[in-house]
């Protein structure tokens, strides 16, 4: 059975740094591009970073490019998510997803097959 398992939420004053870490368990997703997203509080999934499966390409939303960082330890089957310079806006559960395998990167949730179950990120002012 597939699965992605997020972790390394929590609570955080602005300015701070988190690192989220999930962890995919079920098959290899080395040939999958991966992707972070979240969802605030009455609003839509918002993509937020993906990487290719090799990790050499990667890809952020405006409004977390320079603050976040997306990387992936292929051995480990797992997809990290450096998020530094927290803002309180960037409150949300955050999410990784996975793409079938050998397809291209994507901002839309509707493209994605795999999801985890999330992990909240509260950022206070």
């Known amino acids: 059975q597939v699965q992605l398992t997020e972790s390394g939420g929590g609570l955080v004053q602005a300015g701070g740094s988190l690192r989220l870490a999930c962890a995919a368990s079920?098959?290899?997703?080395?040939?999958?591009?991966m992707s972070w997203f979240r969802q605030a509080p009455g609003k839509e999934h918002e993509f937020v970073a993906s990487?290719?499966?090799?990790?050499?390409?990667?890809d952020y939303s405006s409004s977390v490019k320079g603050r976040f960082t997306i990387s992936r330890d292929n051995v480990k089957n797992t997809v990290y998510l450096q998020a530094s310079s927290l803002k309180p806006e960037d409150t949300a559960v955050y999410y990784c997803?996975?793409?079938?395998?050998?397809?291209?990167?994507?901002?839309?949730?509707?493209?994605?097959?795999?999801w985890g179950q999330g992990t909240q990120v509260t950022v206070s002012s």
């Open positions: 079920g098959r290899t997703f080395s040939n999958h591009v």
């Open positions: 997803a996975a793409r079938r395998e050998y397809y291209s990167s994507s901002v839309l949730p509707r493209d994605y097959i795999y």
């Open positions: 990487i290719n499966w090799a990790g050499g390409s990667t």
